[in-house]
């Protein structure tokens, strides 16, 4: 008879649920669906409950946000921070460490970038107001394409896993670097500096040797009321404590092991599906959905996504390839790169983030997101069409 109480056994279910390759994206899929059916059948009461203003803090110093922007600014930098200790693992540690083996994926990704956001303004118009959502398809949805990989099986080589997981982590470190350049709201430069002198700290803290997350949370909260009160974006916040993370044992302790022990579940479980449900509210009316497929900021995003990103991933990892700067495993047929590439089309995360920063009018903003949401179901769909096909011919050829 075991003697796990029922609630180790309950911790430990939630723990290998939540580090699942399939689990999570099907619980932030589920929460997504859930909150596009939600303002679709009761627009006015998920606008209510979105809507709802919270504070935090004491009187004079308190934060208010709506409850779509404590998950958006709030929530989403633990998001971002288990993106930065990845990122610090990765180069320290990792994959990444070799800079021959760095340099395909990171090249692949500027690729992903750099065609999308070029689709996007040309479909868009040089010049124009929309055109200011060029950064919306430039990111690839890490807990999404890994999981679509994981449901493909065996047909997925190891390095090819690894493979789109540095490009999507390349890829995202791109995209919160625009957010950070480009997103930033009028300037505070007092504010500015207070959060330069508290990430100086952060790193006088570090070279101390101090490795307690317990240490860490309050100069990490005071990071982010800096962020916030200088006008950029505060998640940023995440990705600098993440980085900042010691890759290797601190006095034996395995400080990133541990804060993805604690963080992990409650990013994927709770905070990645808010952020599903609270941003993929897309009210569509029957008289609308023709003016919004036509919408030409909806057909830049889906056509960045799908498009776009096949043609810079591809282009740019065989250039890469050719020139010599990047290595591709010998595990991994060539074939299988373009589906792959097409797989880096699912946007839906950080794309939906960039959406929200990008345009206020409620109607292009509900056309933007309607660009992720088909553009990412089309790019998953088709490249995984896509990656059965060219899976088997090469499995064919290996066995002739």
């Known amino acids: 008879m075991s003697s796990t109480t029922p609630g180790a056994w309950l911790i430990a279910t939630v723990h290998r649920f939540a580090a699942s390759a399939v689990g999570p994206p099907a619980l932030l899929l589920a929460a997504a669906v859930a909150g596009f059916a939600w303002i679709n059948i009761d627009a006015a009461n998920y606008e209510r409950i979105w809507s709802t203003v919270l504070s935090a803090g004491p009187s004079g110093f308190a934060v208010e946000h709506d409850l779509h922007g404590w998950v958006n600014d709030a929530l989403m930098v633990l998001f971002f921070f288990a993106v930065g200790i990845e990122v610090k693992r990765e180069m320290v540690v990792g994959q990444l460490r070799d800079p021959k083996v760095a340099t395909l994926p990171v090249v692949a990704a500027a690729g992903g970038m750099i065609i999308p956001a070029i689709l996007y303004v040309a ?29 493909l099986g065996r047909r997925v080589p190891v390095e090819l896993r690894l493979f789109v997981l540095a490009l999507a982590i390349a890829d995202d470190v791109g995209g919160i670097l625009i957010i950070a350049i480009f997103f930033a709201d009028d300037i505070s430069i007092p504010y500015l500096g207070l959060a330069v002198a508290i990430v100086a700290l952060t790193v006088a803290m570090r070279i101390s040797g101090l490795s307690s997350p317990a240490a860490f949370l309050p100069v990490g909260l005071m990071l982010w009321l800096a962020l916030t009160e200088a006008g950029i974006e505060p998640t940023i916040a995440g990705v ?5 993370t010691p890759a290797l044992p601190v006095r034996g302790r395995d400080v990133i092991a541990d804060l993805e022990r604690v963080i992990s579940p409650w990013v994927a479980l709770i905070i990645l599906p808010l952020f599903g449900l609270a941003n993929a509210g897309v009210a569509i009316e029957a008289s609308e959905v023709a003016s919004a497929v036509t919408s030409p900021v909806a057909l830049g995003v889906s056509m960045g996504l799908v498009v776009g990103k096949c043609l810079g991933i591809t282009a740019a990892t065989f250039w890469a390839l050719r020139s010599g700067i990047g290595s591709l495993p010998e595990t991994v047929d060539r074939r299988l790169i373009a589906p792959t590439s097409l797989l880096g089309g699912i946007g839906f995360t950080v794309a939906l983030f960039v959406a929200d920063l990008t345009f206020q009018d409620p109607e292009i903003l509900g056309q933007a997101k309607l660009g992720v949401l088909t553009g990412s179901l089309t790019a998953g769909l088709l490249g995984t069409a896509w990656f059965l096909h060219a899976s088997r011919a090469v499995a064919s050829d290996d066995k002739g």
């Open 123 to 151: 479909v868009n118009g040089v010049g124009s107001g929309d055109a200011s959502g060029w950064a919306i398809p430039v990111a690839t949805d890490i807990a999404f394409t890994l999981g679509v990989l994981a449901l």
């Open 240 to 244: 600098l404590l993440g980085l900042l």
